[in-house]
């Protein structure tokens, strides 16, 4: 595997080969024929304006730690300079990010330099194309503090060979008493807003116009601005306990919307969902493992 390191910390987005990648045809049909790509490396020292953004768009409320999701964020020019590498087969347009999982093995002090490899991973077939996995870690001194690993679907209008349902949520029917109902409300802003903070401009969240133009009738919010303020309410008293997060998005949130937060708890995890009505737009399960 090659290992190409992005200079200082800027992250730099190659955009002439990110244009270029748009291009390409979707049309690699068995995940037996793909392998790993490059591991991008790079060092990150954040910066307490970006942070503050991030977070306030979030709600996350803590000053000293990074929320959940934020070197996820901060890793965007790193995932689509690995996705838009010629070594990738398929076009970053149109790929569908279906899961996503954290895991904090330690508190993220906002003042504090990381060291970040990311790298594309796990390609398998599903019934509706091939899933794969974009893995970002981040270290500390040396320590491995950080795992995200984002899930994404490139979705194939024949797909040939036998290919297995993939199960993209721990558990479909959430345990325990209620804990938490919350209500939120988005404006039809929210995703300009939150791709201001996270540098994720992708068209179908920003305007109804340019949602149409992928075939959505308006345009939709951010999966991870989801999680991220999911994760900033369940974790409000627990800022800065190690966690594992996960969470499976299962239909779009059409801007602007009234989505209900709510939580459930045993002994050993959170489990929660966001609804509207009678639809679940995602699912997921929190653990605190300090």
């Known amino acids: 595997m090659a290992i190409n390191t992005l200079s200082g910390n800027s992250l730099t987005l190659n955009r002439f080969r990110l244009l270029q990648s748009l291009f390409k045809g979707n049309t690699v049909t068995g995940a037996d024929t793909l392998t790993g790509s ?26 000293s730690y990074l929320a959940p999701t934020w070197l996820q964020v901060a890793a965007m020019p790193m995932y689509l300079n690995l996705l838009s ?31 970040l490899q990311c790298r594309l991973d796990n390609y398998r077939q599903h019934t509706k194309g091939v899933l794969f996995d974009i893995v970002l870690e981040a270290l500390s001194n040396n320590e491995l503090v950080y795992q995200g690993k984002a899930s994404n679907l490139v979705v194939q209008s024949a797909q040939k060979g ?3 349902k993939q199960k993209v949520a721990e558990s479909d029917t959430a345990a325990g008493s209620l804990m938490t109902n919350t209500e939120w409300h988005l404006l039809s802003s929210a995703g300009r807003e939150y791709a201001a903070a996270s540098g994720d401009y992708n068209p179908i ?46 239909k779009p949130v059409f801007l602007p919307a009234n989505i209900t937060l709510c939580s459930y708890a045993d002994a050993n995890c959170t489990a929660f969902r966001l609804i509207s009505g009678d639809s679940v737009h995602a699912c997921g399960e929190l653990q605190i493992t300090s």
């Open 38 to 63: 490059e591991c991008l490396t790079a060092q990150l020292t954040p910066k307490p304006g970006k942070v503050t953004q991030f977070n306030q768009v979030v709600g996350w409320q803590s000053s």
């Open 85 to 115: 590498d010629q070594q990738f087969p398929f076009s970053p347009l149109g790929l569908v990010h279906v899961e996503n999982r954290v895991t904090l093995y330690k508190p993220l002090p906002v003042n504090q330099t990381y060291q």
């Open 162 to 164: 036998k290919a297995t």
């Open 205 to 250: 969240h920003l305007f109804p116009l340019a949602a149409k133009l992928f075939g959505f009738r308006r345009h939709i919010a951010h999966g991870m601005l989801l999680k991220a303020r999911a994760l900033s309410t369940l974790l409000k008293d627990n800022d800065s306990d190690p966690v594992v997060a996960n969470i499976a998005f299962r």
